[in-house]
């Protein structure tokens, strides 16, 4: 099978009619011509499933009978050139894609069923603390296939008279000599408390003391509500541009929901104002009531070309937990990240207004959000409630309710999200959090890193909704749901024998303009990221929720030129189940196939030289990259 990607699939899951468009190849290299010359001889045999796409393929593309198709395979051990020319024909278009045939997502189950491409922070086009905001920022992801983005919005007002630029100027001056200060205190502090064995109570303000971003103190006209990362030197992007911006490019890759994140920083006329403005933009694409009559979350058919938005809870907000002694906010480098981050409160019982207003959290018709107590807190009952976990957090809960946890997120939504200390856009281990069935686990997109190739895995050729295994959805025994599953006895676990043979490569680019063909060594280097076994039992997680290689890794050998020969070496990833669970876990229980990663990564040498990061093959004008296998 062939395996190429474009620099417009980067990650998410585009829509299939883009993934087949992108997998086709209109020249193949003569290094490869004798491989595919011993298929199409059945010197080496063609995977049954192969063959079925050839003949369905020669179906179609040559309106022959099947009992034709079938005489035309069999020409083929006689070498017959024409019928190899068919073969080549299938090999490259998209009907050998490496990914394989994409079945048809089923959209009869609650929303809650399914793992959802997200984005965090989507606004940003680079790292977290000095990167522009930019409405191109959403167009993109939602162009790759992303369907729940993120929105931090702030008070508006209108610009003062002085040169933005020379603002900008002075504030990068002053951020720059307190951002080399405040990161190592902050450093310092988190190496103290990780030294440190169980700390009871987190300190007061574990975050960077940032300076706030400038605001005008003119009213000459309306000011209006502007997206930023808040309390850094991230430039601001206006609500209303981001709004139509998300208009205009919602529907375009699927037809699917978009989930809007908002993050609210605003006072309550700015609040009235952003609900105008998503009226205004959105009009009849806006979920503002609900679609049916079903109790609790509806189908995901009910909700083509729908808008809907993900809001903090606006009633009032009571802290009621006996076994609490202290009551404090744990503030977050992130202000956007803040959703999972109180203690709760005193012995007595507190309730706090809310500071939303009614209005903007009534657009929260089935993603109400709820700040996270406890997965046995009435909020944890409400259907429509989403909890928004930081990794870090998530971790925690993991260790301490990992059952109840799994059982949650059969039944209900919940976010995961970076953690604030990841400036440079770096991105956690999404396979984990998808294992314990969280929705949306957001990522950073502006960086494509080693969990936004996970990322494209999962969504690769979908429309960014993928639906969960069965054992991972919501169960219901006389109507009322089951809590009773874990992720242990949740799916059938199945050993893994995996072999892949690769033949070569075409067009590979060269890492920098200039290098010579004859000095370029790459090589294929292949991860498996597999269910760990402390993953089943809630023991703590190795690294928690940070993004690593995967647990098993193989390499061919340094091949050479553009256009690699590797003569047919095979990569193989043999007794899986052994190499995971020796020691811990019955091996009855194996391997969770679902939601198990092949990380292909094409890699180049140079001699006296360390291996290059990771980086995508990409496709340029009048050029097509491939690795063969």
């Not at 980067?10 to 020249?27: D, M, R, V």
């Not at 680079?126 to 990167?131: A, E, F, K, R, W």
């Not at 970076?418 to 984990?432: F, H, K």
């Amino acid at each position: 099978m062939s395996s190429t990607s474009t620099v417009q699939s980067q990650g998410g899951g585009e829509n299939p009619s883009a993934s087949q468009q992108a997998s086709k190849i209109s020249t193949v290299s003569p290094v490869l011509i004798p491989y595919l010359k011993d298929v199409a001889l059945r010197k080496r045999e063609l995977h049954p499933t192969q063959l079925a796409l050839f003949r369905a393929f020669c179906e179609s593309k040559y309106n022959t009978s099947q009992s034709a198709t079938e005489g035309k395979q069999a020409d083929l051990s006689h070498g017959n050139s024409l019928d190899f020319n068919a073969f080549l024909d299938f090999m490259t278009s998209s009907c050998s894609n490496v990914l394989g045939p994409i079945a048809e997502c089923d959209l009869e189950h609650p929303i809650s069923n399914y793992f959802i491409s997200s984005s965090h922070n989507t606004y940003l086009t680079g790292n977290q603390l000095y990167s522009n905001s930019s409405t191109e920022a959403y167009k993109n992801v939602l162009l790759r296939g992303c369907r729940c983005i993120e929105i931090d919005v702030w008070d508006g007002e209108p610009r003062s008279m002085k040169n933005e630029n020379d603002l900008v100027d002075e504030e990068r001056g002053t951020f720059r000599s307190h951002l080399r200060s405040s990161l190592v205190t902050h450093l310092s502090r988190r190496k103290k408390d990780d030294a440190s064995p169980t700390p009871s109570v987190a300190s007061q303000d574990d975050s960077l003391s940032m300076p706030s971003p400038w605001v005008s103190a003119s009213t000459v006209t309306r000011a209006e509500p502007r997206v930023l990362h808040g309390h850094t030197l991230t430039k601001d992007v206006s609500f209303r541009d981001v709004c139509t911006a998300i208009r205009d490019a919602a529907f375009v890759s699927s037809d699917l929901p978009l989930i809007v994140s908002l993050e609210v920083h605003t006072g309550p006329e700015q609040q009235e104002i952003m609900v105008e403005i998503m009226n205004e933009t959105w009009k009849t694409m806006l979920v503002n009531f609900p679609v049916s009559e079903r109790n609790g979350l509806p189908l995901l058919a009910h909700l083509k070309h729908k808008i809907l938005v993900k809001v903090k809870h606006a009633g009032a907000i009571v802290d009621k937990d006996p076994r609490s002694v202290t009551s404090q906010r744990i503030r977050s480098s992130s202000p956007s990240d803040s959703e999972d981050q109180s203690v709760s409160a005193d012995r007595k019982t507190e309730t706090r207004k809310s500071k939303i207003i009614e209005a903007l959290s009534a657009l929260g018709v089935y993603t109400s959000g709820y700040h996270f107590k406890s997965l046995n807190g009435p909020e944890a009952q409400i259907p429509t409630h989403v909890f928004s976990l930081s990794e870090s957090k998530l971790m925690e809960v993991h260790q301490n309710s990992g059952p109840l946890l799994f059982s949650h997120n059969r039944n209900f939504l919940m976010r995961a999200f970076p953690s604030g200390m990841r400036v440079s856009s770096s991105n956690l281990d999404p396979a984990i959090f998808w294992r314990k069935g969280v929705q949306m686990v957001a990522l950073n997109w502006q960086k494509l890193d080693a969990g936004m190739m996970l990322n494209e895995g999962m969504f690769a050729g979908g429309d960014g909704w993928i639906l969960k295994p069965k054992g991972y959805r919501e169960q219901r025994e006389e109507g009322k749901r089951s809590f009773e599953h874990s992720q242990t006895d949740a799916i059938t676990h199945k050993s893994l024998d995996l072999t892949i043979e690769v033949f070569g490569g075409q067009d590979i680019p060269l890492p920098e303009e200039g290098d010579k063909a004859e000095s370029f060594h790459p090589y294929l280097k292949c991860e498996l990221h597999v269910e760990k076994p402390e993953e089943r039992t809630g023991a703590p997680i190795e690294g928690g929720g940070r993004s690593k290689d995967g647990e098993h890794k193989r390499r061919t050998k340094s091949g050479k030129g553009v256009e690699p020969d590797f003569g047919g070496e095979s990569l193989e990833f043999l007794k899986i189940t052994e190499a995971i669970l020796h020691g811990i876990v019955d091996s009855n229980q194996g391997l969770l196939l679902h939601l198990t990663f092949l990380n292909p990564q094409p890699e180049r040498w140079y001699f006296g030289a360390t291996p290059l990061p990771p980086k995508p093959i990409h496709r340029s004008t009048g050029s097509q990259s491939a690795f063969w296998c």
